[in-house]
């Protein structure tokens, strides 16, 4: 149903447009957004004119209910086809084409995204419409989204090129896309995963992700069957993940630690514990991912202003700046790929877990997972609090809040010398050579 997206009067050129006296409003679509602007003669004011205003009330107050309306729909659209990767949803060629692809309101989005289209049987063609023309394919033909789990290096590496040399925002990550694999030691174990065990996080926040990412889990907490838990997310109809997670720390600031992660599957309506092997590739990846998101969102080693002392002050001390996991990874190399582009690239180097960026005053390291930073030459740690927007237009690929965070701090830093909050001022003038 979330595919079926009406046209609310839009044209073939994604706008809708509605005249109010001498002038025009007009609302387009962004990405995964609507926007509402108005127009005299061909030109775009900047706010809404004061005629409309009194003259037409009633009428941008539509307008704007549609503008939400619209935004809301799309993100009902995404939600949807993002939760198709781990069963492989598939569509018919012909509908995909007039009713997605070439849909007024739906289109900007689909178009922004890699799809495969069966072009001969067992035969798969990638294709980003945005920047492509669709294959010849007949109405009947399959289409699904691509996935980087099952495609080449090569390719992907073309893809996230392709993404960033023709500035296409994808609206949730694809090519830029975390894969995780089975590793050695999860081989071995065969049954469960501590590939995320370990960590101190943020309970409240862990709580919230479970429910925006459909997980289902109880409510940790002092009372009795309340200090440990498994939060579960079912895959595909057949496939279970269950991650556990125990209460650390009852406070102002509680505290879970992670656990094992293990996989059921579901045999004649009750679900049987599964190998890792048996697990698809994709269900297994994505269910990864999701727990990798947990984690590096709510671990404490995130947290710039973490003062507790104990154990807790351990883990931060060690995992602040510790090795990348696989979204840090991922986050390096958009990186790679956008840095080359700003203002600031002379001043950049990406060494390792670190952004290094030159500074007038300072050289600064900041990590890649936890957006921490480092001053050279003594390696203190610079305690600072940026806006999560790097300044200027930066293009990125996608939208990820620690990336954003990251290239903000880069351009805050690049030009330390401008800097005037005093509390960052005195850190960085502190131990400056």
Same mark, same amino acid.
């Given at each position: 149903?979330?595919?079926?997206?009406?046209?609310?009067?839009?044209?073939?050129?994604?706008? $809708?447009?509605?005249?109010?006296?001498?002038?025009?409003?007009?609302?387009?679509?962004?990405?995964?957004?609507?926007?509402?602007?108005?127009? &005299?003669?061909?030109?775009?004011? %900047?706010?809404?004119?004061?005629?409309?205003? %009194?003259?037409?009330? #009633?009428?941008?107050? *539509?307008?704007?209910?549609?503008?939400?309306?619209?935004?809301?729909?799309?993100?009902?659209?995404?939600?949807?086809?993002?939760?198709?990767?781990?069963?492989?949803?598939?569509?018919? +060629?012909?509908?995909?084409? =007039?009713?997605?692809?070439r849909h007024p309101v739906a289109g900007p989005t689909v178009r922004g995204l890699i799809w495969e289209v069966e072009t001969a049987p067992g035969a798969w063609t990638a294709v980003l419409p945005a920047?492509?023309?669709?294959?010849?394919?007949?109405?009947?033909?399959?289409?699904?989204?691509?996935?980087?789990?099952?495609?080449?290096?090569?390719?992907? %590496?073309?893809?996230? #090129?392709?993404?960033?040399?023709?500035?296409?925002? &994808?609206?949730?990550?694809?090519?830029?896309?975390?894969?995780?694999?089975?590793?050695?030691?999860? *081989?071995?174990?065969?049954?469960?995963?501590?590939? @995320?065990?370990?960590?101190?996080?943020?309970?409240?926040?862990?709580?919230?992700? @479970?429910?925006?990412?459909?997980?289902?889990?109880?409510?940790?907490?002092?009372?009795?069957?309340?200090?440990?838990?498994?939060?579960?997310?079912?895959?595909?109809?057949?496939?279970?993940?269950?991650?556990?997670?125990?209460?650390?720390?009852?406070?102002?600031?509680? $505290?879970?630690?992670?656990?094992?992660?293990?996989?059921?599957?579901?045999?004649?309506?009750?679900?049987?514990?599964?190998?890792?092997?048996?697990?698809?590739?994709?269900?297994?990846?994505?269910?990864?991912? =999701?727990?990798?998101?947990?984690?590096?969102?709510?671990?404490?080693?995130?947290?710039?202003?973490?003062?507790? #002392?104990?154990?807790?002050?351990?883990?931060?001390?060690?995992?602040? +700046?510790?090795?990348?996991?696989?979204?840090?990874?991922?986050?390096?190399?958009?990186?790679?790929?956008?840095?080359?582009?700003?203002?600031?690239? =002379?001043?950049?180097?990406?060494?390792?877990?670190?952004?290094?960026?030159?500074?007038?005053? %300072?050289?600064?390291?900041?990590?890649?997972?936890?957006?921490?930073?480092?001053?050279?030459?003594?390696?203190?740690?610079?305690?600072?609090?940026?806006?999560?927007?790097?300044?200027?237009?930066?293009?990125?690929?996608?939208?990820?809040?620690? $990336?954003?965070?990251?290239?903000?701090?880069?351009?805050?830093?690049?030009?330390?010398?401008?800097?005037?909050?005093?509390?960052?001022?005195?850190?960085i003038e502190r131990g400056a050579r």
């Open positions: 149903m979330a595919l079926r997206l009406p046209d609310l009067g839009f044209g073939p050129d994604g706008a $809708l447009r509605r005249e109010l006296g001498g002038h025009t409003a007009v609302i387009t679509i962004d990405g995964t957004a609507a926007r509402l602007s108005f127009e &005299q003669d061909g030109r775009e004011l %900047r706010s809404v004119p004061a005629a409309v205003r %009194r003259d037409h009330k #009633d009428a941008v107050k *539509e307008l704007r209910d549609l503008v939400k309306r619209v935004g809301a729909q799309l993100a009902t659209l995404v939600r949807a086809l993002e939760g198709g990767f781990p069963a492989g949803a598939r569509h018919a +060629f012909g509908w995909w084409r =007039d009713r997605l692809v920047i492509g023309d669709l294959p010849d394919a007949p109405d009947d033909a399959a289409v699904r989204l691509w996935h980087p789990i099952g495609a080449r290096g090569g390719d992907v %590496r073309a893809w996230r #090129d392709a993404l960033v040399e023709r500035g296409v925002r &994808q609206p949730f990550k694809q090519a830029f896309r975390e894969i995780y694999r089975l590793t050695p030691a999860e *081989e071995e174990a065969r049954t469960h995963s501590t590939r @995320f065990a370990a960590h101190l996080v943020h309970y409240r926040r862990l709580f919230a992700l @479970f429910r925006a990412r459909g997980w289902t889990s109880r409510l940790l907490g002092p009372w009795d069957g309340g200090a440990q838990d498994e939060a579960a997310r079912v895959l595909a109809g057949e496939w279970r993940i269950r991650f556990a997670h125990v209460l650390a720390e009852v406070g102002p600031d509680d $505290l879970a630690g992670t656990d094992r992660i293990r996989f059921d599957r579901r045999v004649a309506g009750a679900w049987r514990a599964a190998p890792l092997a048996e697990v698809p590739p994709v269900v297994f990846s994505e269910a990864m991912r =999701d727990v990798d998101l947990f984690v590096s969102v709510t671990s404490i080693a995130a947290d710039p202003d973490w003062t507790d #002392d104990g154990p807790a002050l351990a883990y931060w001390e060690r995992a602040r +700046f510790g090795e990348l996991d696989e979204s840090a990874r991922t986050r390096r190399d958009a990186l790679a790929r956008v840095l080359p582009r700003t203002k600031i690239a =002379d001043r950049c180097t990406l060494d390792g877990r670190f952004l290094v960026v030159r500074g007038e005053l %300072r050289t600064y390291k900041i990590h890649l997972g936890s957006a921490n930073v480092l001053m050279e030459p003594d390696g203190a740690y610079l305690c600072v609090v940026s806006e999560r927007r790097p300044a200027g237009r930066v293009f990125v690929p996608f939208e990820e809040e620690r $990336l954003s965070l990251i290239l903000s701090k880069a351009f805050l830093l690049a030009a330390d010398e401008k800097i005037t909050d005093p509390s960052i001022r005195t850190q």
